[in-house]
């Protein structure tokens, strides 16, 4: 099958190709990103190790070897994927699928940044604590990480034949969309509303109002605040290029509550159930709005309504599972209307004016 | 293809630590070593364990025996690190005994001898590379010389599950070992695919090695069995990985492409 002047990279081996770069095919997609779910899970055990292991005397850990394995098995899929171009008489970039090129080149900037850490935790010394999120080495990593998971994105952006996608023709976009959201938010982990618990949420905005609020109020209203944009963003630029199946922002929060659950010791279940909910929530939103580039208010209500919606149901969730309110009921009702203002804000930044 | 060589060779030079020894256990020139307990408790024994690192205590004696502030019951056994053990000559006390020890000093080998033979099997591993079922005999040696490797280095562990420590251990073995069966799988059913997976694995157990090099130039290594044989399997899965890298991609070099 071809597409244009693009070749589809699970045709079989032989098959004729046309000119120009091939794009993979939805199962080569599917594969890259399974594998890189399997290097991203290695990253969120290792997450839950360092919050929940106290004596991390080695590297060599079993989920370290689940991460770097994982990592073998992307880049050896993605060789295999370059090999397999290369013996149907595709050379130099030809042989990259469309996509394909940034995951390239971020194979072995993650294999450089690997030594250039373990150098690091040589001679400058071991994170432990927030500094494990700005290490110069890690953001490396992670950067070249969320570049190998985003291909199936590029893959699927980059195909202007598809327009609504099924979920099942969606499902390696979004794993990869989601995936990179979860490590978005793992490096922002200081401020990262997913892994407080009700209790922690309804003692955050409990005080006294003539004290001006306690340090964990100031967390928390950060944390909400960073972590809307985190998790509202890949909608809103998911929704300029796609109409997105009913799914998609359920797959989300799942994905990312994966990760949450994971670093909190599976302490925070009831938040991360209510953000489950808000993301089926989402999912009518988005099928009933039908948020575009062209339909600028539609958009801009779903974004409003979209960030309204999580944080609503967040703190909801919190004063039912504890049955009681937190003191400061300036802090938890206008917490979610400050989410939807920066969602409306982050809208209006995207799409300014509708297009024609 | 010369993009592909390119991230091969880059993947191979520049990754980071993925794989040594389990349990954290590092290859040293120096061990610490219980002598005995004066006097002898009836029962009681105590060993260094993990490579001299940690102080384990049984107490198969009737009474319980303090050691270090703790209270050894009769029947349990106790394994803690202490700073004493490190001294050359060190003492620390169990009940109304002490444990005495030394710390012994064993210069490491000539590393440029383990390196000649690196070298000497990376060269044999690229002559592999002449025809498709050597390559994936090859593979199947190199692999199991990093399997030995991985299981000798965590039966050198006391004190953990030997299933977490190997998958510790194994790293990128996790990827590597599987796809050793597949290489095998290709080469029978003549396959090209089979060059290819001999060097992805090649690759993939050199930067599986890369760390171990210090089992070339220190005489104590954290692995059951005699240290020059755990030097041998490092050797081979460095050279030998190295040389199917090679050879792997000189074959699909070679062959080209199939249109």
Redo the contacts between chains.
Sequence with gaps: MTLGSEAEVDAP??SPTTGGRPRAGYRTDLITVLLGTWFSIGLFLDAWAHSNVPEL??????W???F??G???T??WI??V??RN????L???D??PIGYGPA?LA??AF????????LWHTFIGIEQGIDILFSPTHLVLITSMVLILTTPLRTLWSDRDVVAPSLRRFLPAGLALSFTASLVLLFAGYADATVFTSEQVIRAFTFEKGAGGSGRAVELAASVMFTNLIMILPLLLAVRRFRLPFGAATLLAFVVMLLSTAVANYENMSTAIGFIVSGVVIDVLLLKLNPSESRVKEYRIFALAASFVTWAVFFAGAIIDQGTTPSVTEMWTGAPIMAALHGVLMAVVLVPTARR | MRALLLALVLLITTAGPAQAHAGGLTPQDHLSRVTAIEPPLPGVTATMVNHGTQLEIHNGGTGPVTVADHVIGPGETHRFRDERTTASQWEVPLGTSVIKGRVDVTPGPNPLWWLLITAALALGGYFLGRRRALLAAGVVVVTAAHVWHAVGSTLAVTGGSFVPLLLGASGVGLVAWPLTAVAVVAAVRRAPATAFVAAVVGAMLVVAGIPDFDSFRFSQLPFAGPADVDRLLVALTLGGGLGLAAGGFDYLRRTGSTT
């Design positions: 081996a032989g005397e080695s590297f060599f850990t079993p370290h070897a689940v770097y394995s990592f073998a098995a880049g050896a060789l295999w370059l090999w290369y013996q149907q008489g050379r130099g970039l042989a990259v390239v194979l072995p294999a450089a940044a690997g030594v250039g850490d373990y």
